[in-house]
């Protein structure tokens, strides 16, 4: 595990290739793949429209992401200019999902357009991107969990210590001479002085970067079927948004990079969690009721076809929502 993946010969020296900005990066570009593919085939947005929502949604998560990570930790900043060096890290999943959800709100109420819709699309990529970026963080030895127990079985054990860095073998990462480790070995290093003697690695911890990961998996995927299985517009976007506030409320508990920020007790994302939760509920409660209540209670094509009545005649054209209509064809007549 190294910060550095590799770095690219130039005439100016050699130019590193942070592992955290390429995970960050096949994050972004995923989430753009998936978002054109699927806006195109469930909503029917257009193309142009979609790509300018994306590129500024992503800017505004980059950067609610940065601002909420620099909020926490403003005495480790000296400069203005060091707000700005993304390539080690740096970044609060809360602080993006914020971040990107204001400015897409803020993109669609200009075009007078409901921002449900398109919430609904990008929550699979927000779970997808917490899912590659965490393996940046795994990479580059931050948002590491608590000491394991000696009893820990050995895989965990190995999976869970994070080296000192060969600056010798990556010496584009040498400019900053303080630096000399993982984040976690920086941390055992002063807080377990006596148990870091002679070592040349972290103690082992949870490695709750890739507990993370694989709750993002778990949560595309969870994401991806309501999308197809939804019954009300912003049904993907609260659930998904509760869940992760309960995982990430309780995965709080096992993190102990000193980075996150606190307050009365809780950590900072813990305290976001805390708020997200109940709104996201309320808000199941109150959409799901207004989409009853207006009839725009939305079924998939699996349930349309099992609502026919009777078998194997199709339900009625005017039953269906506009989208799941066959498209008439005009036939030309012959001469």
């Not at 970067?209 to 709750?215: D, L, R, W």
């Not at 000193?258 to 813990?270: D, K, L, N, V, Y």
Request: hydrophobic share 45%.
């Amino acid at each position: 595990m190294h910060p550095v993946l590799f770095s690219i010969p130039t005439p100016w020296g050699a130019i590193p290739i942070y592992s955290y900005g390429v995970m960050l990066g096949s994050s972004l570009l995923f989430a753009w793949y998936f978002i054109m593919y699927m806006g195109k085939k469930i909503e029917g947005y257009n193309r142009e429209l979609l790509a300018s929502c994306f590129t500024w949604t992503a800017v505004g998560a980059i950067v609610g992401a940065r601002l909420l990570y620099i909020f926490t930790n403003l005495d480790s900043y000296e400069s203005l200019g060091s707000w700005f060096d993304l390539r080690s890290g740096g970044l609060v999943a809360y602080g993006g999902f914020l971040g990107g959800f204001v400015t897409a709100w803020a993109f669609w109420r200009i075009k007078k357009i409901p921002l449900l819709p398109f919430a609904d699309l990008a929550v699979p990529t927000l779970a997808s991107g917490l899912m590659l970026t965490r393996v940046g963080c795994y990479l580059y030895g931050c948002d590491y969990g608590r000491p394991l127990r000696d009893t820990a079985p050995g895989w965990l054990q190995s999976a869970g210590t994070f080296p000192k860095w060969d600056t010798e073998a990556f010496p584009v990462f040498a400019c900053d001479q303080t630096v000399t480790g993982s984040p976690a070995y920086q941390h055992h290093l002063q807080e377990y002085p006596d148990l870091m003697v002679d070592r040349v690695s972290s103690l082992a911890v949870h490695p709750t970067q890739i507990y993370e990961s694989a709750a993002g998996l778990v949560l595309f995927v969870l994401a991806v079927w309501l999308l197809t299985h939804r019954k009300f517009r912003g049904q993907v976007l609260v659930t998904v948004g509760a869940l992760y506030g309960l995982w990430r409320f309780t995965i709080e508990y096992l993190r102990d990079d000193p980075e996150r920020g606190f307050a009365f007790g809780f950590s900072t994302s813990q305290l976001i969690s805390l708020a997200l939760i109940p709104v996201c509920l309320i808000a199941y409660v109150h959409l799901k009721k207004r989409a009853e209540e207006n009839g725009d209670v939305e079924l998939p094509p699996w349930a349309l076809a099992e609502a026919a009545e009777p078998a194997g005649k199709p339900a009625p054209e005017d039953d269906r929502p506009a989208k799941y209509r066959p498209k008439k064809v005009k036939r030309l007549k012959k001469k």
